[in-house]
């Protein structure tokens, strides 16, 4: 069984900053790309970000130079730090990871934690 955990969402003013992590847990062989995503109220769930196992990023246009992902193979975790936060980005944001666990590859998501940028 293989599980994903989120945490550090909160409630954050504008222009403040918040770091998500996510850990993944269980019987787990290996883990390749790990993403952060988002749902808006109302929205579709939106890619915010991925880092390879080798750690390569990408990144949404919309968090470019505000966000930056990592990640630490040693934990099986991965982390989004989140600066000049906007109104906008409140949503639930959850990671998605895919895992090899003992036989196969799929992608395992997690319960998602929430962030609201509001004054």
């Known amino acids: 069984q293989v599980q994903l955990v989120e945490s550090g969402g909160d409630l954050v003013q504008p222009g403040g900053s918040l770091r998500l992590s996510c850990a993944a847990s269980?019987?787990?062989?290996?883990?390749?790309?790990m993403d952060w995503y988002r749902q808006a109220p109302g929205k579709q769930r939106d890619l915010v970000a991925t880092?390879?196992?080798?750690?390569?990023?990408s990144y949404a246009d919309s968090v470019k130079g505000r966000f930056t992902i990592s990640r630490d193979n040693a934990k099986n975790a991965v982390y989004l730090q989140m600066n000049s936060l906007k109104p906008e980005d409140t949503a639930v944001y959850y990671c998605?990871?895919?895992?090899?666990?003992?036989?196969?590859?799929?992608?395992?998501w997690g319960q998602g934690t929430q962030v609201t940028v509001s004054s």
């Open positions: 880092i390879t196992k080798d750690g390569i990023t």
């Open positions: 998605k990871a895919k895992i090899k666990a003992i036989w196969y590859w799929r992608d395992y």
């Open positions: 269980g019987s787990i062989s290996s883990i390749n790309d």
